[in-house]
């Protein structure tokens, strides 16, 4: 079965530094799809970034890079020169690119940005 | 363009009545999921609709159903409500199958079960 793993339940970051949010999944299938959503504490949950499992590159979508490392089933969230308004929760998600396309979310971490 | 839509926002049943909460995705978007939310048990997966068709169910008991409509729009009910139903419903939609585009989440639906 598919499993996603949020380990952090709370981080903490100065302003303007980086942060990593880390992301362990599970899954047997090979085709499937990463994803790192936002949620402030409006709720409306945001798209942040998508890795594909056969992508060997890292995605990066502004100061978002998603940390891929296949082997390890590995798929860390990294926001560089952080932002008082990043502080929300983050969750990740895998979708099953074969059987239905269903996707799951982990636990979440709640971030919070330090001025 | 609009982005999704749920209505109602916010709503209060008694134990054992029954609710219908009403999504509509982007236009153009075929794919509808439902998702509750609580803070125990974080997003749980309801169902994925496509075409009309359910694609997924998640783990829930049979008194959650839902469908799809041939425009897309998608409704889910919930019938003899529990006070652990309580809980924020969210649905997404996304345009295709697959691809690199993440789901549009809507607003949500806060039920509030009494």
């Known amino acids: 079965a598919q499993k996603i793993t949020q380990t952090q339940p709370g981080m903490f970051v100065q302003e303007k530094e980086a942060v990593t949010l880390d992301c362990t999944y599970d899954?047997?299938?090979?085709?499937?799809?990463l994803f790192w959503y936002k949620q402030p504490s409006s709720g409306e949950m945001i798209f942040l970034i998508y890795q594909g499992s056969y992508d060997e590159q890292n995605a990066t979508e502004g100061r978002y890079s998603l940390n891929f490392q296949k082997a390890r089933k590995s798929a860390n969230l990294v926001i560089s020169a952080s932002q008082l308004g990043d502080s929300a929760m983050y969750f990740c998600?895998?979708?099953?690119?074969?059987?239905?396309?269903?996707?799951?979310f982990g636990a979440g971490t709640r971030l919070f940005v330090k001025a | 363009k609009a982005g999704v839509t749920q209505t109602p926002r916010y709503l209060i049943k008694t134990r054992g009545q029954q609710v219908t909460l009403s999504c509509s995705p982007i236009s153009g978007h075929r794919s509808v999921s439902w998702y509750q939310q609580t803070p125990g048990q974080g997003l749980q997966f309801l169902f994925e609709?496509?075409?009309?068709?359910?694609?997924n169910k998640g783990n829930f008991p049979g008194r959650f159903s839902g469908r799809q409509f041939s425009n897309s729009r998608s409704e889910m009910n919930v019938s003899t409500l529990e006070l652990g139903d309580s809980a924020l419903y969210l649905c997404?939609?996304?345009?295709?199958?697959?691809?690199?585009?993440?789901?549009?989440f809507g607003s949500g639906t806060r039920l509030t079960v009494v």
């Open positions: 997404a939609s996304r345009a295709d199958n697959g691809g690199t585009n993440g789901y549009t």
């Open positions: 998600a895998m979708r099953d690119n074969t059987g239905g396309f269903k996707t799951i």
């Open positions: 609709y496509f075409s009309e068709t359910q694609r």
């Open positions: 899954t047997s299938d090979q085709s499937y799809g």
